[in-house]
């Protein structure tokens, strides 16, 4: 397994497949299409070349660190190719509010589409790109972040779409801000730039899940060596279980999907799907999702809950599979990977545990339901 | 009467069809100029029972053609690329994501320009015809004449991309111009390389199209000419010239459309086995279901409807090895099949061979696989099965058993039980199920935009939507007393409330065949 330096690494156009590949992986089943994360970078890089990705610890603690990501309905995005100029304007936007350039550009969501924006703006800013995000996964709403968590305001937070147009919000609280984000982006054409969450070079050491990005690329090398090879998942848990967070992993079943019920609810994609167990046994898994997957559970026997990780993958290639791209009759692995301790404390399952998106039921972590299972 | 013609890379399949009777078929081999093998197809059917061309209503062709050129990269024009979206979608320029091979083909004349919708039908510029037609000169000035133009959220609004069109006319007449909401549904990018797709292959297919009326009139079949596109449907030859790329993937579309009409079947799966791969798709109310996710085609994104088809490689030809244990396939000898196979003097063991030795089928000379360990005769025959029954099990669409519909000139191979299969149908002529289906084909409209429910309430916008997809299929050449719904899709759209995704698919009868029956019924 190559691994890229811990002290910095290039991002060049070679490693933009396995980095979506394994965007979507973290993605848990959402997070938007990495592919025009990827189509978008690789056109980036193209142009300004390679940016350069560091350690969070390489940023001075005073240096004026910005997000970089993209926000909208994903049908929209597909048509309108949301691109690095808004997301560029919203920074900018940002920076005359705070009064400081940026030094360093930061993801905010390394799960789906979002991993790869921020890799297009480092590079055409020819700014440093942080090895970090702010959950080390795919969520939802703005405010289920670790910034949030360790106290960091998402506003002022900065909206732009293609025109230049752009709004920034300055909210009472984390959940004003994406509700008044959320409203505002509908009326912008559902498809645009932002950057919230401003913050320092040392907060950014304290509150964000670190060496994400090439945990990214790392998970989805390890799924096409293993796909060589013939073995993507030993290649792949191999790999997890080297990592500093993600090590306590496993697949937690084996079947075919005979069921899916999908709905969307308040603007999220609801739904419930069904893995019927190879064994022959009859057993069912149940993984029930919001967006992203929520909770695995066989009968009443939760083995994997938000925060953690639920995967979905095709049991053959060990290519994620989202919410959208779930078909009756596709074999299937599913895994239940540990999220970053950060993501687990009290203050962060306020914010993202299981309550937070109405799951009756306290969290748990993976390695103690898939040892008592 | 009609004759339906299957053009396959392989072989080409000609049936005579009386209204619902099949009166002949054949299989004749595809031949390198496409219009000799149509002539020998179509002569041999109306030979069989002695029917003169003049009796001939309609012809329906299906054809791979236009695939395998992109595949091939064989027969491919200089494309310019319009796009109207300014200042929209400048991070991803048309063609970004073509493998270098087609996309030096094909050329990089690529222009945005202003223009194009938000997903709620407002403008996020205005058409600036000014800047249009210095793009169209300068383009004229290359000398390109096939032009793709392409508009954000065109399958909402066509307005710009028929304005562009006109523009190009009045500068460029000589141009010949494909719009990208004719071409395919929401996805710009995958619906913009459909369009560059089209617009490549405009000079083969009035080649394409050139051989089968060359192919009619040498026959003196004055009757017109229907091409099938990848839902099942028919196009006239005028549309095909015109929109070639909505052929792709015709082929296992007819296959299965062929497989329901001749088991009577409306719900069902169908099997199509064939010299190297057995393909597996299903029948929903008689039309194939479709694929969500996207195709590529010569590696090519593109987002077209296309059938929702399982391949695994199993056929005639696979070959059996019993290294480590019995294998069958994916490799195959393909049509070779008659040289190869051990039962027609061959060296190659083949799966036609293992069914002939366990004596299920009569296929060349039996005695010349006489010797063959029974052992592996029997775990070869039982392997085929279940590779089959377990792709039937794969497509299913719920977890009930389903009938299994079994064509093509390898479903001998199925020699025992199909557990996944409530019951298993070997219709009578199946060896030409895809001549057929075309043959019985109809014409259709479909679209697929974004509704806002919350506005217009969601049964008005449902009714609107499918006055649409009606008023597409009577100008396809549908007959409107014999137009049905056949297909309704609603999909909300997430962070969108009340915005919904809405799919309508409509189907009639040719107006042509209906006017020659009664004709016909009148002379009786």
Redesign the interface.
Same mark, same amino acid.
């Given at each position: 397994m190559t691994r890229l330096s811990e002290n910095g690494f290039d991002v060049t156009a070679d490693l933009l497949e396995d980095m979506a590949r394994g965007a979507a992986f973290l993605g848990a089943g959402g997070g938007g299409d990495p592919y025009?994360g990827a189509?978008?970078a690789?056109? /980036?890089i193209q142009t300004y070349g390679a940016p350069h990705c560091v350690p969070a610890s390489a940023i001075g603690d005073d240096d004026p660190v910005y997000t970089a990501a993209m926000m909208? /309905?994903?049908?929209?995005m597909?048509?309108?190719?949301?691109?690095?100029?808004e997301v560029e304007a919203a920074i900018a936007a940002l920076e005359r509010v705070m009064g400081k350039p940026a030094k360093a550009i930061l993801p905010a969501e390394i799960g789906g589409l979002n991993a790869l924006v921020p890799v /297009?703006v480092a590079a055409k800013r020819g700014l440093p790109l942080i090895d970090a995000d702010g959950m080390g996964r795919a969520f939802p709403e703005l405010q289920m972040v670790t910034f949030a968590v360790d106290g960091v305001s998402t506003s002022p937070l900065a909206v732009c779409n293609?025109?230049?147009e752009y709004h920034v919000i300055n909210a009472r609280n984390n959940k004003a801000s994406e509700d008044a984000a959320?409203r505002l982006?509908?009326e912008m054409?559902?498809a645009v730039g932002v950057s919230c969450y401003p913050m320092d070079g040392a907060t950014a050491k304290r509150s964000a899940v670190h060496g994400t990005l090439s945990l990214a690329y790392g998970i989805g090398k390890a799924i096409s060596d293993g796909r060589r090879r013939g073995d993507p998942f030993d290649s792949l848990i191999a790999y997890l279980k080297s990592t500093d967070y993600y090590n306590k992993c496993g697949i937690i079943f084996s079947g075919?999907v005979?069921d899916l019920d999908r709905?969307?609810e308040?603007?999220?994609?609801l739904g419930a799907c069904k893995v019927?167990s190879n064994e022959g046994d009859g057993s069912e898994l149940e993984v029930i999702y919001q967006?992203e997957y929520l909770r695995a559970r066989v009968g009443d026997r939760t083995l994997a809950i938000v925060p953690d990780l639920t995967c979905i993958l095709d049991a053959e290639t060990a290519e994620p599979i989202t919410t959208e791209?779930l078909?009756?009759?596709q074999?299937v692995k599913v895994m239940g990977v540990s999220c970053a301790p950060v993501m687990r404390s009290k203050a962060a399952l306020d914010l993202f545990g299981p309550r937070a998106f109405g799951l009756d039921e306290p969290f748990r972590p993976v390695e103690d339901l898939i040892v008592a299972a | 009467m009609r004759i339906g013609v299957d053009v396959g890379g392989t072989n080409t399949d000609a049936a005579l069809m009386d209204g619902d009777a099949v009166v002949a078929t054949t299989k004749t081999a595809t031949t390198r100029d496409v219009s000799s093998g149509v002539v020998s197809a179509i002569s041999a059917v109306l030979a069989e029972k002695g029917q003169s061309p003049a009796s001939i209503d309609v012809v329906m062709i299906g054809t791979t053609h236009f695939t395998n050129a992109m595949v091939e990269r064989r027969g491919l024009a200089r494309v310019a690329v319009i796009r109207l979206c300014l200042?929209?979608?400048?991070?991803?320029?048309p063609m970004?994501?073509w493998p270098a091979d087609i996309a030096e083909i094909i050329g990089s004349d690529v222009y945005l320009a202003k223009g194009?919708y938000?997903?709620d039908g407002?403008k996020?510029n205005d058409l600036d015809p000014d800047e249009l037609r210095g793009i169209v000169a300068d383009i004229k000035r290359k000398g390109v004449p096939n032009i793709a133009i392409s508009s954000?959220?065109a399958p909402l609004n066509a307005e710009m991309e028929q304005r562009a069109a006109e523009i190009v006319r009045e500068v460029y007449p000589e141009a010949r111009v494909t719009l990208s909401y004719e071409i395919g549904r929401?996805?710009?990018?995958e619906r913009e390389n459909a369009t560059i797709i089209n617009a490549a292959l405009a000079d083969l297919a009035v080649d394409v199209v050139e051989a089968f009326r060359n192919a009619l009139r040498e026959l003196r079949i004055s009757a017109p000419l229907y091409i099938s596109q990848n839902d099942g449907t028919l196009m006239s030859a005028e549309m095909v010239e015109r929109y070639p790329v909505l052929t792709f993937a015709s082929g296992p579309t007819n296959s299965m459309r062929g497989a329901a009409f001749l088991s009577k079947a409306k719900d069902a799966i169908v099997v199509d086995i064939g010299g190297t791969t057995t393909d597996v798709g299903v029948l929903v109310g008689g039309f194939p279901r479709q694929a969500?996710?996207r195709v590529e085609i010569g590696g090519v994104r593109t987002n077209f409807r296309m059938p929702d088809v399982l391949s695994i490689g199993v056929g005639g030809g696979s070959l059996i090895s019993d290294k480590d244990g019995v294998k069958v396939g994916p490799k195959s000898v393909g049509y070779r099949l008659t040289e190869e196979a051990l039962v027609f003097g061959g060296k190659t063991l083949t799966a036609s061979d293992i069914v002939v030795a366990a004596g299920a089928v009569e296929m060349g000379d039996p005695s010349l696989v006489r010797d063959l360990d029974p052992s592996l005769v029997e775990a070869a025959r039982a392997l085929i099965n279940q590779k089959v029954n377990e792709a039937i099990?794969?497509?299913?669409?719920?977890?009930a058993k389903a009938p299994v519909i079994l064509v093509g000139g390898g479903a001998v191979l199925v020699t025992g039980d199909l557990p996944a299969a409530s019951e298993v149908i070997r219709p009578e002529h199946s060896s030409v199920a895809n001549a057929i289906g075309a043959a019985i084909a109809q014409v259709g409209g479909e679209i697929d935009k974004?509704y806002d429910f919350n506005a217009l309430g969601r049964e008005a916008a449902l009714d609107i939507a499918r006055g649409e997809a009606r008023d597409r299929a009577i100008e396809a050449g549908a007959d409107p007393s014999t137009i049905a719904i056949v297909h309704v899709e609603e999909i909300?759209?997430?962070?969108?409330?009340g915005?919904v995704?809405v799919n309508v698919k409509a189907v009639g009868d040719l107006l042509a065949t209906k006017a020659q029956r009664m004709k016909g019924a009148a002379a009786e």
């Open positions: 025009l189509m978008t690789l056109h /980036a909208g /309905a994903p049908t929209v597909v048509e309108k190719l949301t691109g690095i100029e /297009a293609e025109h230049g959320r982006v509908i054409g559902a075919k005979v709905r969307t308040r603007g999220f994609t019927l967006n791209g078909r009756y009759g074999r | 200042p929209a979608t400048r991070s991803l320029p970004i994501d194009g938000e997903f407002r996020i954000v959220f929401v996805g710009l990018l969500s996710s099990d794969r497509v299913k669409t719920s977890a974004v909300p759209l997430a962070y969108l409330p915005a995704r």
